[in-house]
């Protein structure tokens, strides 16, 4: 793989079988859970291999592959010791919140909350913590971490923590945290990469063959596999992953700027590019009437499709720290003016 190539080109070209000798142009599925004397849950499949070739070259690592994204976050919690302590930012997907919550009640670990823009407590948190784990852009709030800053003071110090990077929302088209110095990086396959709302994975990606290892035996011993037919729709999912965040992400640049124009929004949040905005109405009441009234954008939980769906997330167990009035949007690739239409006709009114 030719490393001056675009991310959006890899995409395209990692993990196709080779050319010539009558080899198919694209990665075939490949169901079988024997492989000769191979079990497919200790040795993989052809159809996850060709899945976790393309993220690794994406991401610049190895990839792991995993039956969701929870099942990542799991694998990567298996890496720490007993009684180990994790910074982790106060707004961040709350799945994985929940994970490390129910790891600090047994006893495993205890969890640091820092606010996701103080980069002086991450910068010291860098030197007193054995894990950070990191979310730029965070969920659902969208603050940007200055995740170069963070790991290179988590690379120079005396105790160098184990470092972490969601980037779901990011996309490895939008950021590759391993060459800021990231020992690992995860993502919910579910969403962007995937792309299309029909299938459950993980990933988890290093450029350290002993953390590669031990991701990949985390997944034998608790079967974490990831399902056949989802890896390779993920596979296929990623070959458009360039195209579809560039148009969602210029819709979601102009829903950005018209939103932070409306009266009765009270506050846009947008990191400048990717297709995830959010923004605050007056109250809960107001956003759950948006989200009751629009015709077009789908009241929903996940987010990352074609499709474009929206979410008041301070209603669901694990964000009720969340703003009341806060909105995810994830915007699709519907007509922007369209979406547009389906918005402003409900704050009018």
């Known amino acids: 793989m030719n490393e001056s190539w675009s991310a959006r080109t890899r995409a395209i070209l990692a993990g196709r079988p080779d050319a010539g000798d009558g080899n198919p142009a694209n990665a075939p599925l490949v169901p079988a859970s024997a492989l000769g004397l191979e079990y497919s849950r ?5 159809t996850w291999a060709a899945f976790e070739e393309a993220v690794g070259a994406l991401e610049g690592g190895t990839a792991t592959a995993y039956a969701s994204g929870m099942a990542t976050a799991t694998a990567v919690l298996d890496l720490l010791p007993a009684g180990a302590t994790i910074a982790v930012p106060v707004y961040s997907y709350a799945g994985t919140r929940g994970a490390f919550d129910h790891a600090q009640e047994r006893g495993k670990l ?29 969920n659902p709030t969208l603050d940007v971490m200055d995740l170069d800053a963070i790991l290179r003071a988590a690379g120079s110090g005396d105790r160098k923590p184990l470092t972490v990077v969601d980037n779901t929302f990011a996309t490895p088209i939008g950021q ?57 729709l993920a596979l296929r999912g990623l070959r458009t992953l360039g195209v579809r965040l560039a148009e969602a992400s210029k819709t979601a640049s102009l829903l950005a700027e018209r939103l932070a124009a409306h009266p009765a929004v009270v506050r846009v949040r947008y990191p400048g590019s990717g297709a995830m905005v959010s923004f605050d109405l007056a109250d809960a009441d107001a956003a759950e009437r948006l989200c009751a009234n629009l015709k077009l954008i789908h009241n929903a939980t996940s987010l990352g499709g074609v499709e474009s769906t929206i979410e008041r997330r301070a209603h669901l167990p694990g964000d009720s720290h969340v703003p009341a009035g806060l909105l995810r949007l994830s915007v699709g690739l519907e007509d922007p003016e369209d979406l547009w239409r389906d918005v402003s006709a409900v704050l009018d009114g």
Do not use: N
């Open 42 to 46: 200790e040795v993989g499949t052809p």
């Open 110 to 138: 205890t969890v640091r909350r820092i606010e996701p823009t103080d980069t002086d407590a991450w910068i010291a948190a860098a030197g007193e913590v054995d894990v950070l784990w990191l979310e730029s852009p965070t």
């Open 176 to 232: 590759q945290p391993l060459g800021m110095g990231a020992d690992v990086v995860v993502h919910s396959v579910t969403k962007f990469i995937g792309g299309h709302s029909d299938l459950l994975l993980g990933v988890a990606v290093t450029a350290r063959d002993d953390l590669s290892t031990s991701l990949r035996e985390a997944r034998t011993r608790t079967g974490t596999t990831p399902g056949a037919l989802e890896a390779w």
